[in-house]
Each structure stands twice: as C-alpha cells, then as structure tokens.
C-alpha cells in the first residue's frame, strides 16, 4: 500500500515522490531527502498500483526505479506522468543499461542517474530536473548523438535546408521544448491549443527527420536551435 507521508514542509518546497520495491533503499532515500533543506518527500510506493495511488499527491518530481519486482516501470512511465499531473520524472536506477535509460527518456523521464551516486548529486538532479532540465550523464549524450546523429550521413548544407524550412512558431515550440515545458505548457504560452502544439511537433519532426522529443532535444541543441546543453547534462561526473 503506497504511503502518503506528512511532512512539516515550507510551502515552497520542492515536492517528491519515491517509487521502489525496496524497502530499505525507499527509508535510506527518504531519510536523505527529508534532511535536506528545501526538498520534501510527500509519498512513496513499491508498485504500480501503489504509485497511481501516490500520484494523487500532485508531487513535483517523481525518483523512479526501473525495475519495480516482476514490473518494468517504462511500462507505465507515460501514465503515470499524466496521472500525476504533468510531474517531472528523475530516474534512479542500479541498472547500468544506457539503451534502457534512453528509453525512459524518450518514454517521458527528465533524467537518469545510478544508484551508486552521491546524495550531493541526488539532490542536485532533483533541483535540475524540477528546473525543467535533462539530467544525463555525458556518456548517455555522446551515445544518443553519435546514433541520432552521427549516422546519417548528412551535409551541413542539407541540415541547413531542413532548419530553414522550419516556421517562425515551430521555431517557438522548439525554444519552450528545450526548456522542459509540456505540451499545454507551451499551449498556455503561445496562445493556442494543446492540440496545435502536437501539430507543430508532428510537423517538425518530420521537417528535422527525428523521431521523438529526445531526438529533437539532442538536434535543437547540435544546431543552435535552443540553449547549450546545461551543465546537469554532465550530471554524473561533477564532483
């Protein structure tokens, strides 16, 4: 049964849900969260059932293990986003699988990071993530472009092709995409409907010959079409 918890939260707190089938992780890594200043741990669950459940919450972000006893949590990523209204999904897992943790964030997750990292990066990853930044690890980056990217085979003038063929609001869903905003996030801000916004997308990604919002992040950033990588990118090896 999922567990809502209550803490004596500043109202600005950063708001978290913990999802993980062990016990003993989910009490090391609440008692971690609860000490540090500004972040708050408002529910926790071991399955599915119970993070639907959680999801109620309305947390913030989401700490979310992969592999949840017989369940795989990217089964359910997508749903579970939804059903928590739109909360930022951190991944934190023992598997040390980069094919699966690109997955998860092409299925929705904001970042990956191992469970053998430091709390001093945990919670830097939490701040980021909820800033609406990608934590990855630079590895999961150069993996993801060399396969995006690397292999396509194409010119510089034919890329330049391709971006020129972009509209000026297509160029405006990108800059906000870039930012970690939702679909009704940018619809909220460019004065049109959410399903405006998935038009445009559906348009730019087959202008830019992508296949997902990952790919797109990763090609708006190769080619200046949004903000430098930031520095969370690089997550798991800062000190």
């Known amino acids: 049964m999922s567990k809502a918890l209550k803490p004596s939260a500043h109202p600005h707190d950063i708001r978290i849900l913990l999802v993980d089938d062990h016990e003993l992780f ?62 930022r999904v951190l991944v934190v897992t023992g598997v040390p699988d980069r ?44 993996d993801a472009i060399d396969g995006i990217l690397g292999a396509t085979g194409n010119t510089a003038d034919a890329e330049a092709s391709k971006i020129a063929s972009l509209t000026s609001r297509e160029l405006q869903v990108i800059a906000w995409l870039s930012e970690g905003l939702k679909n009704k996030q940018i619809a909220d801000r460019l004065f049109i409907s959410e399903k405006t916004v998935g038009h445009h997308l559906t348009s730019i990604f087959a ?27 690089s997550g798991s090896v800062n000190t």
Do not use: C
């Open 26 to 87: 989910l009490a090391g890594l609440r008692s971690l969260i609860q000490n540090e200043p500004g972040l708050t741990v408002v529910g926790q669950a071991k399955n599915r059932v119970e993070a639907f459940e959680a999801a109620r919450l309305n947390p913030d972000i989401i700490v979310l293990d992969l592999l949840l006893a017989n369940e795989n949590s990217l089964e359910f990523l997508t749903e579970l986003i939804h059903a928590a209204r739109g909360a």
């Open 99 to 142: 094919e699966l943790h690109l997955r998860a964030v092409r299925f929705g997750a904001m970042g990956v990071m191992l469970k053998g990292e430091s709390p001093h990066l945990l919670f830097k990853a939490i701040r980021k993530v909820h800033q609406g930044e990608i934590w990855l690890n630079r590895t999961m980056i150069a």
């Open 207 to 233: 202008k830019l010959e992508v296949a997902d919002r990952l790919e797109l992040l990763i090609y708006a950033y190769r080619h200046h079409l949004a903000r430098p990588l930031p520095s969370s990118v």
